[in-house]
C-alpha cells in the first residue's frame, strides 16, 4: 500500500466552508468556489479537495473503486507527483502551480472495452489515466490530478488523461475482431457484448469509417452514456482547471485534424485532445468519436452551471 495520504485528508464536509471563508476574507481568486458540502457520489477529487462533476464518480477511496496507489507487487511505478509541484507546501501554492500547469485533457480508449479489466492492465504495465469511463457511463478516478499519470508521453505532465472503455477501431480487414464484442440486436442495430447488467449500444447504430493519421479505420460509436459522462467530466475540469478550454486543436479552416499535431501547435494548444493528436504511433480514440458533440454538450452544461 502506497497510498501516504490518510482518508481524513478527503473528509471535506466543513473543508468547503472554511475554504470559501478563506477566500472571502483574502480576496484570492485562484481557486473555484466549493460547493460541495456533502458527497453525493458524483465529485471528483483535486489536489484533496473534492469537486462536483454532476454525473456518477467512483474515485479510488469508494468501496468498488479503482486504486493506482496500489500495485501488485514487482509492477513498476504508474504515477509520480507532477513536477511543477515539487517544492509546495502551502495548499494554496499547490493550487495555483497545478492551475498553472494543467491544461489539456487526453482522451483514449482502452482496447478492452472494460475498466474493470483496463485497471488491471494499468496496474500490471505501470501505465495510469486518472479517470476510466466505462460503457454505462460510470466514471472511475483513479488518482486525484495533483499526480502525473503515465499515459500520454509529452503530455503527461500537463494533461489529465481520460480512458474510455471500448474495443477500438481497427483496418476494415479486422473486421470480424468487432462481432467479438458487438451483437446484432432487435433495433437493427448492434449492442455491446457485455457481461454488466443492462444493454448498450453505440450512439450511432452503424459501423463508422474514418482515417486516423491517414490510415483507413472502421469502428462504431461510444455509448450515449460515455458521451454523457464525458461532457459533465469536460465541464468539470475546465471549471476547476481553466486553461482547459472546451475545444479540440483546429486547422486553418476550423477543422479537428486526425492527425498528430506538430510540436509548436501541441505547445500551444490548451483544452481537448485525441491521443493520435499526440503520437503517430496511436489512432485513438478513433475516427468514430464525436469531438463536436463533446464540445457542445460540454459547453451547454459549463454554461449551465454559471
Ligand atoms: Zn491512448
Not at 501516504?4 to 481557486?31: E, I, M, P
Not at 495533483?146 to 499515459?151: T, Y
Not at 454488466?196 to 461510444?222: A, K, N, T, V
Not at 465541464?235 to 477543422?255: E, S, T, W
Request: hydrophobic share 35%.
Amino acid at each position: 500500500m502506497v497510498f501516504r495520504r490518510s482518508r481524513h485528508d478527503y473528509q471535506l464536509v466543513g473543508w468547503g466552508v472554511l475554504c470559501a471563508l478563506l477566500l472571502f476574507l483574502t480576496g484570492c481568486r485562484s481557486l473555484p468556489d466549493v460547493r460541495v458540502e456533502e458527497r453525493r457520489g458524483e465529485e471528483i477529487v483535486v489536489a484533496g479537495r473534492f469537486f462536483p462533476a454532476g454525473t456518477r464518480v467512483v474515485t479510488w477511496l469508494d468501496a468498488g473503486g479503482y486504486n493506482l496507489y496500489e500495485r501488485p507487487p514487482g509492477a513498476p511505478e504508474n504515477h509520480e507527483p507532477r513536477r511543477a509541484l515539487a517544492g509546495v507546501t502551502s495548499r494554496r501554492g499547490e493550487w495555483k502551480r497545478l492551475q498553472a500547469v494543467v491544461d489539456q485533457v487526453v482522451l483514449h480508449y482502452d482496447n478492452t472495452g472494460s475498466s474493470a479489466t483496463t485497471f488491471g492492465v494499468l496496474q500490471r504495465r505501470g501505465l495510469s489515466a486518472h479517470f476510466l469511463v466505462d460503457v454505462d457511463g460510470t466514471i472511475y478516478q483513479t488518482l486525484d490530478l495533483r499526480e502525473r499519470g503515465w499515459h500520454a508521453t509529452i503530455a503527461n505532465e500537463r494533461s489529465i488523461g481520460i480512458e474510455i472503455a471500448q474495443i477500438g477501431a481497427f483496418p476494415p480487414a479486422e473486421a470480424v475482431t468487432l462481432t467479438r464484442w458487438y451483437e446484432p440486436d432487435q433495433t437493427g442495430g448492434v449492442r455491446l457484448k457485455t457481461t454488466r447488467p443492462g444493454s448498450y449500444r453505440p450512439l450511432r447504430p452503424e459501423l463508422i469509417h474514418g482515417q486516423i493519421q491517414g490510415r483507413d479505420l472502421i469502428q462504431y460509436d461510444f455509448t450515449p452514456e460515455q458521451y454523457t459522462a464525458l461532457a459533465h467530466l469536460a465541464a468539470a475540469l475546465n471549471r476547476v482547471f481553466p486553461k482547459i478550454h472546451l475545444d479540440a486543436p483546429r486547422d486553418a479552416k476550423g477543422q479537428i485534424p486526425a492527425r498528430k499535431l506538430d510540436e509548436k501547435t501541441f505547445a500551444a494548444f490548451t483544452g481537448l485532445l485525441g491521443h493520435y493528436h499526440i503520437q503517430e504511433n496511436k489512432i485513438d480514440p478513433g475516427p468514430a468519436f464525436q469531438w463536436e458533440k463533446l464540445i457542445r454538450d460540454a459547453r451547454s452544461l459549463r454554461n449551465a452551471n454559471d
